[in-house]
């Protein structure tokens, strides 16, 4: 899956810049991760721990690093990107997100793998199949 794989080449990246490739010890928030990112870091001293920003110190930091990181980063495509309300919503499928969407259609930032992008996709299809139907069009 794209969404995974782009997270794995994001690990390997920060391991080879951070670590110098070293192996190393990962505390990944969340056991239900799909099979190949479990299956990479596995190869790594892994622990798969949900709410483990609850459990750990290190994981609730990096977890409020990368919040602000990310809020950070949607403040500047707010900028790059206007009609998306992601000066607002930071990324969630908020009902002003998802009207941006329906408008103007997705960025490129927008992860098309995700439930509501999908779902959006799915509703366009069924859209213009319902205007290929319509008696105007026959």
């Given at each position: 899956r794209a969404?995974?794989?782009a997270i794995i080449r994001a690990f390997r990246e920060a391991k080879k810049k951070y670590t110098g490739g070293k192996r190393l010890v990962c505390v990944v928030d969340g056991r239900n991760l799909h099979n190949r990112l479990r299956d990479y870091l596995g190869k790594e001293a892994a622990v798969f721990a949900d709410r483990a920003d609850q459990k750990s110190y290190s994981v609730a930091a990096a977890s409020i690093i990368a919040?602000?990181?990310r809020d950070e980063i949607m403040q500047q495509c707010a900028k790059v990107f206007p009609g998306y309300n992601f000066e607002n919503n930071v990324g969630y499928p908020t009902k002003k997100?998802?009207?941006g969407l329906r408008a103007l259609g997705p960025t490129t930032i927008h992860r098309l793998s995700?439930?509501?992008?999908k779902r959006l996709a799915k509703e366009k299809e069924n859209g213009s199949k319902e205007k290929e139907d319509s008696p105007k069009n026959k």
């Open positions: 969404h995974d794989m919040k602000v990181t997100h998802m009207e995700t439930r509501p992008l």
